[in-house]
């Protein structure tokens, strides 16, 4: 994976003359900076080191399909990017091996790949990882989930335990419920024991 190094006097100043020499938006590529001493006289210099998404994104594509073919697995892939958050799809001939249970292999599979990255960079790179469509349907279905039993103490004023979730299928249900009225939503427990329960206001 390619890197644009340069240096300034500044953070600012390296980044603006690495964006002017290679005809760059700041949307276009990620950053990690370092100060680096100057010669006597010299003050101090600034170095940044840049990497263009398209090239992270190449990147994360050919680990995972490395990582999958090492499974028996042959695998094509889509990446979308929605609302600046970018989304690989894979597509298998056993899409069940790749989600596992519960989405178990799908979230060690991110997980990885999220690591390599920040291990070849130095940056955190956020990403969402699906097989099929697994995630936008299970999505649909805690949204579908919320409401039903939103509605369910609306009317008999009985709080409701959720059973224990990620963090990120939380926000989820917090998400569904933000406008809905009559309730409120809380998390409660210590993690991996972490549920919401839905209360009557």
């Known amino acids: 994976?390619?890197?644009i190094i340069k240096e300034g006097k500044s953070i600012e100043a390296a980044l603006s003359a690495l964006m002017e020499e290679n005809n760059l938006s700041k949307e276009e590529f990620l950053y990690t900076s370092s100060v680096k001493k100057g010669k006597l006289f010299q003050g101090t210099i600034y170095e940044v080191t840049?990497?263009?998404k398209t090239d992270i994104n190449n990147e994360i594509k050919e680990f995972l399909r490395k990582t999958v073919e090492n499974m028996g697995l042959e695998v094509t892939m889509e990446l979308t990017n929605k609302d600046d958050r970018v989304t690989i799809r894979m597509f298998s001939n056993k899409d069940y091996i790749l989600i596992g249970k519960e989405g178990a292999t799908l979230k060690a599979l991110e997980t990885l790949a999220k690591q390599y990255i920040q291990n070849t960079t130095g940056i955190y790179y956020k990403f969402?990882?699906?097989v099929s469509n697994y995630k936008e349907k299970?999505?649909?279905r805690l949204e579908w989930l919320a409401k039903k039993t939103a509605k369910e103490v609306a009317s008999t004023n009985v709080p409701v335990a959720l059973d224990n979730m990620t963090s990120?299928?939380?926000r989820i249900i917090h998400s569904a419920?933000?406008?809905f009225k009559g309730i409120k939503t809380e998390s409660e427990g210590e993690e991996p024991n972490r549920h919401i329960v839905i209360k009557p206001l």
């Open 168 to 170: 990120y299928e939380r």
């Open 138 to 140: 299970n999505i649909k």
């Open 50 to 52: 840049a990497y263009l």
């Open 177 to 179: 419920l933000t406008d």
């Open 128 to 130: 969402n990882l699906d």
């Open 1 to 3: 994976m390619e890197k």
